[in-house]
């Protein structure tokens, strides 16, 4: 079996986006469906992971201010988790941020992938506080 890889989605590519995010954050998560998908959908630049089967089963995207970013919607297949798609994605997009000039990333994770996170060079800031019904710190990590 080939270790995960993850590429920039293409247009194309962004119903089966909508499928993953409302299988993980709305059916499995209870995200209210009309607060998953935003106006910065269109955009952010979508990073995804396929099994070998084809199907998306991991997502995330890139919302470039500047120098910095924030990273959102990460979400994978609960049949794939903690077999490396996520990192992929998360290393995909760390990649694209570096491409446009990047320096330093943000994102709101939930506090069950706090460790996830750490392993990537983030760290936590602040308090922990709930979004969307869901308990979340905020993380940073510096881009080289």
Excluded: C, K
Excluded at 115 to 122: D, H, I, K, L, Q
């Amino acid at each position: 079996m080939t270790p995960p890889t993850a590429t920039v989605a293409t247009p194309e590519d962004r119903p089966e986006i909508a499928a993953l995010r409302t299988r993980v954050f709305v059916e499995e998560q209870g995200v209210p469906p009309e607060i998953e998908q935003d106006a910065a959908d269109d955009d952010a630049v979508h990073v995804l992971s396929r099994d070998d089967r084809g199907a998306v089963v991991a997502t995330g995207r890139l919302l470039v201010r500047g120098r910095s970013a924030g990273i959102g919607r990460m979400a994978a297949d609960a049949a794939v988790r903690g077999r490396g798609h996520g990192a992929a994605v998360l290393a995909e997009l760390h990649r694209q941020a570096v491409l446009l000039g990047v320096t330093e990333i943000e994102l709101h994770a939930q506090v069950g992938a706090r460790g996830f996170y750490e392993r990537a060079g983030y760290t936590a800031v602040g308090e922990e506080y709930e979004e969307a019904g869901i308990t979340h710190v905020t993380m940073r990590r510096r881009l080289p």
